[in-house]
Structure formats: C-alpha cells, structure tokens
C-alpha cells in the first residue's frame, strides 16, 4: 500500500495529464507526451482520470488546472514554459493556486549564466522562466532553458508542469520526478508486466487464459490486440493479509505471468516495452541479418533497419525488372545473405488479392532454406505492415527453434 | 458568417472532443482520432476548447458530457460504441441529457440483418447498438456494426458519438457528419491554407513574412516547424464590408497564400495535407525512382516505399561489405537506376559524427547526375529521419530545376 511521505498523509492514488498548446488543439501537431506519462504512470499503479489538450489560453488553462486539482491527486502538464507571451503554463498554476509568481534569484542565474556561455544577451522575456509560486521547487532541464515546477500544494496535492519537447520531458522525469513521487509512495504496492504474444489470435488467448483470470480483481488481467503483438498486461497491488502480510503486488505478477507463459509457451516473444527489434536482437544472439523485400513498400525495412545487426536490405516494386530475378524466394534470401556477407537471410513477398495480402516468407540460417505462407487480413499500409510483422515473426520462430533456450 | 440552420439560432464555432476507453487513459493505445477530427473541425473555422481522453468509467464519461456541453456548441465522441458492458458511450449521452435510451426497431432489424447474413445469432447484449434516445438520430456506420449517434439538444448544441476504430470514423464523417455540420453553417465564412516549405529554416520564414502579417488579425498567419516541413498556415473570415459586402475568407487567403508563395519561390513544395510522397509523384511527372541509402536506416524507403513510382531501393549499414563497392555515391546513384530500370537514381549516405549527421545525397537524371551535402542536426533515428527527408528535399529541387514549371 502507498506510505505516502507528506504531512497530509494524502497517497498518490489518480492522476490528470493536461497537454498545453494551441498546435494540438488545431491538429498541428500530434500530442504524445500524454500517452507516454499515462504509460508511466499506469505502471506505478496511479489511475488515469482523463488526459486534455488544451489551447494556449490562460482561462481555460486555469480553469483546466483548477477543475483537474479538484479530481485528481496529482496534476503533471506539459508545455507553455517557454518564454513567448504564448506560453502561460506558469501564469495558469499561480491563478489556479491563488499564488503571485516572483524571479527566483538562484534560477535567473543560471538562466543568464547558459546566454552568457553562448555570447548572448538574455532578453528580458526569457526571465519569466525563473519564475516560481511560493509553493513551487524548480525542476531542473538537463537538455534546454525552462526549468520545470514540482508544486506541493497544502492538502497534499502535487502539480509537476514538464516543458513541451519529449527529450526534456524524459530526462527530466527520470531524474527529478519519478524519484520525488516514489518518496511520496507511488508505485508501493503495485506492480505491472505486459507479456507480447505472437503467432495467435486475441480471442484464442482469451480462450486460454480462460474468464477466472480474465475477470479476477488482484491480478487484474486484461488483452490487447495492437499492431505488432497480442498483449496480456497484468496489473496486481499487494495483498492486504493477515499477521504474515499476503503476497506483494511483485510476487501476484510473477506468479501469475509465469503461469500465462507455461499455456502460451512459444508465443511470448517479448516483454513490457519491448519492441520486435529488440526481441530478434535476443533470438539472432550475436548473429547478423540481410533482407529482400517484394511488394512490401519498405515497412520491414522501416521497421528493423536501425538494428546494428542489420547489415543489408532490398525494397522491390511488385514487377520491376530488379523483382523477376527472385521468383524462388529461398534464393532470394540466400542471395541478399551472400551480398551482404550476413548470417541470416530473410526473404518475404506480399501480393494483394482483394482484400487480402498474401504473404510468402523465406528464411536462410546455415545451410537450411525455409519457406512459410500467411495471411495478413488487411489491404493496402496495413497490410504491408502486417506482412513485415508476419516477417518477423517467421524469423523469430525460425531462430526460436534453432537455439530452443532462447524464447 | 455562420448561417445556422436551426431553430435555435446557435451557430457552431466552438467544439470538444471526448475519446473514450481506458486503454488511451493508461497509455496502451495511442489516440489518433482527437488530433485528425480537430484538424478536419479546425480547417471549418471550429475552434476546440480541449481535446479530452477518458476511462471506461460512466459516472467520469457522463461528467465529461455535461461540462463539455457546458463550453461548447458541438461535442464530438470516438470509442465506447461497442456491444460490451465497458462500451458506455450512449448510456452516458442519455444520462448527461437527462433521456432515456430505447430499442429503434428499424436499427435492431438492420442489425439482425448482419448477423444473419453471417449465419450468426446476435447476442442479446448487441441490441444496445440499436439503441437510441429521443433527441438522437443513427449515424450509419458503413464499415461496422456500431451506429454513430447525432444528438441535436434544443438549446442548438449537437452531439456526435462516433465508433472508436478509424477506418469507421473516416467513412461516417465523411458521409454523414459533414455534411449535417455545413448545413448547420460550420465552414461557412472561413477558410484556411497550409504552405509547406523545404531548404528554409522557421525563423528566416519569420524573418521573410514580417510583424504585420504574422500579427495581424485577418487573415491570421502562423508558422510552425515539423519534421518534415516548415509549415505557413494562412486562416481568415469573411470580411464584414459595407454593401459591396467585403472579401470573402477564400478570397483572402487565396490572395494572401499568392503573395507569400511569390516571397518564398522556390521553397514550396506542397499544400494542406500534401506529403513528400505527393509532392514527389507531381515533380517526377511519370518518372520512375531508384534509391540506395546508406547509414539511415531505411527511413528513406519507409517514407516513400509505398509510392508507385518506387521501383527499387537498396538499406545498407555503413562499413557493410554491400556499402564498399559504393565509394563513390554518384556511382551508386546510376547503379540501383539502372538494375531497376528507373529513369532517376537517388543515393544518400548519412554519417553521425557527434551531435551531428552529415548527408550526402546524389541525384542521377539522364546523363546528369549531382552531389549535394546537408547537415541534419540531431544524432539518432531522428537524424536518419532527417537524412531521408533531406534526400527528398534535394531530389525535389532537382527535379524541379530541370522543370521549372513545376513547383
């Protein structure tokens, strides 16, 4: 259980994520700051009451931050701290506080310290970002000029307003703000795993997790279907028991995912955050990889060409003349391998049938060529993307059953 | 001017968007659907007030209603239109509007349809998406099972839930949301015009535009710096003249975009929501395109892989035995033209050295072929990504050198 470490004795239990500026409001630009924090916090065991984009207007800001303080036990905005008349995020957290902002001599120090550094003289706009309430500490900025507020309101509330770009919100919420909430309890008692499955459908797993585990209170366990994976997320907080205490939220989720994994066992290919490429970086072990692509339009490319195990790949147009000289596939994939002086070959061939992709894949470790066929369900983007997965996944099965320790 | 076509009066100008389901407020999916309904309401001269995502939880959503009706002429929902218990969308419109959901005979029949056509029984639990309140008309939903719903309250404020999935969204929109608000009078009076500029900074775009018109009130005109573009959005209203009248908001931004097109020459390459691949097909004007790229990670494929005119295209990792024979990157260029048959070779290198990524790019068109240098500033996936688009901004300006009515 949270041991909340403030006089109010107040746990961090619900939280609001209010995303600041009038490009997200237009659709300019894309919010994924939100998102991101929401993930973050949903593995502290902090509930999610809403996230809200907001236009740069200090009324509804204001108000935004006044009506989200009266829900939630912690308030975490980003963007408005720059030094633009636009950017009113400070305004808006001193009006809802009913607190006056003054220049913290120590932060305009330093502020003029890093214009100094560039042979530049501060403009006097920039010194709003040395401001704080009396109730606020600065948080540093490790990447950039606007220093971030942890805000420590009297009933035991906290507002954290994190800049705008992503780079500084994480560094900044590793450093200094994930350390001050587990001072204040969160993430005590509560523990979360994501297994990612691949090779099976989402009402199969559900069929084999069965509805005891699927409708249960502690662990809660819960499916996804996304894109690149089914996903069976378990959540648990610790066990409230008798003298001897009960299970902690650690020991349920453990428990619990090596049990899921013994029922869907070659079909965990990763786990929580961790991506496809990731998870062949650990079934390749040391191993490199070329790849040959027809009418897949680059998506697996896209998707695994940033891996340093990944030495060489060709994108082919259905048809074009570079095409007719892979009509086997097992060649092809020997071929791009030999090109490229790569341990492995992977070769995959998608062609569109109404609404269907139709997917052929050929994978060469060694002196075996195999080939495999599947079905991607979706025509057009989705499909070619759903034709890269099937890729992967052709691959990870293939090099699972060379090394079976490795899963 | 809006010319609301209501008994009521009430003109749309301002709206909020409701996203629902807790796998957006704990972070598992990402929202998309907020940030392209703001983008297609903004282009209409809507402005948002916020943009709010929120857990499957009835008394939060129906909270989330009220208040929403309470700031805006129109509330847009997405998600929470399914047949489940979790699925609380119209319970929570018929709550916030004090009405009571009833069975429409004529969608459950629709609905019984469906499932007959798929030799299926229709659970009993599906009903619910034939449901309606009495101030609610269905959305029919081409793509699914789940109706939208078009609430007209009659204080004139409209409510419109929408499935959850994309690909449902588009198609209700498109067919039966728009056309409802433009005969409510939404768009009418305004208009909006995006610029999209290449091998120009945002500050020198500032510099170039000047005070008046980057302040002024109509039309209004803003800059914003994305990834793949610096963007001139360009919005105004219909002038309120004496009798001639005054210009309307098309003919101020037409007038406004002609006058910035012709400081800016040379540097726009697309309009709205035109994106590079599109840009690219209308300069290469029925050529063919080879790519080789070395060290960025396939982003170049990925972003333009899927384009009819790609035919081929060559990821290499630096220091790859694949990359040794490609010394001399002009040579490169002609050589993945050629296997492919294509009339225009593309060959990029990209080098991290520090902070930095250096690009080369050459660009291979009939007997010519060029070599240019960029610098892209950040180190990582996100300076590959700027290669890449580096690459495209190069070939652009090749392509629309050798034929200068294209721009």
Sequence with gaps: MPV????????????????????????????????????????????????????????????????????????????????????????????????????????????????????????????????????????????????GWWVDRPDGRVIVALPGPPREIQAMWRDHVLPRLHERGAGAGAAVRTLRLTQIGESHVAEMLGDTLLHGENPRVATYAKADAVEVRISARDERGGPSGGRTAGEIVAETASAIEERLAGHVFAHDDETWVEALGVALHGLTLACAEIGTGGTLSALIGEAPWFLYGEVTAPGSSATRRDRDLRAAARRVRDIAGADVGLA??????????????????????????????????????????????????????????VS
């Design 348 to 405: 995959v061939r998608a062609r569109e049938r109404g609404k269907d992709t139709q997917v052929a894949i050929a994978v060469a470790i060694g002196r075996r060529t195999t080939l495999g066929r599947r079905l991607a369900f979706l025509t057009g983007p989705m499909g070619r993307r759903r034709a890269a997965l099937a890729a992967c996944a052709e691959l990870w099965a293939r090099l699972s059953e060379r090394s079976p320790g």
């Design 4 to 147: 909340p470490n403030h006089p109010s004795g107040r746990p961090i239990l619900a939280a609001e994520l209010l995303a600041i500026g009038s490009e997200l409001t237009t659709g300019e630009i894309r919010d994924t700051n939100g998102g991101d924090l929401a993930h973050e916090l949903d593995r502290l065991g902090v509930s999610m009451t809403r996230l809200v984009a907001l236009p740069d207007d200090l009324p509804t800001v204001t108000g935004a931050f006044r009506e989200a303080l009266g829900r939630a036990d912690l308030v975490v905005s980003t963007g408005g701290l720059g030094p633009t008349p636009d950017d009113l995020t400070r305004e808006a957290i001193a009006a809802a506080c009913d607190e006056l902002p003054s220049v913290d001599p120590t932060m305009a120090r330093w502020l003029r310290d890093i214009f100094d550094r560039r042979g530049l003289v501060m403009p006097d706009r920039n010194l709003k970002q040395a401001w704080l309430v009396p109730s606020a500490t600065a948080l540093p900025n490790p990447v950039g000029t606007a220093p």
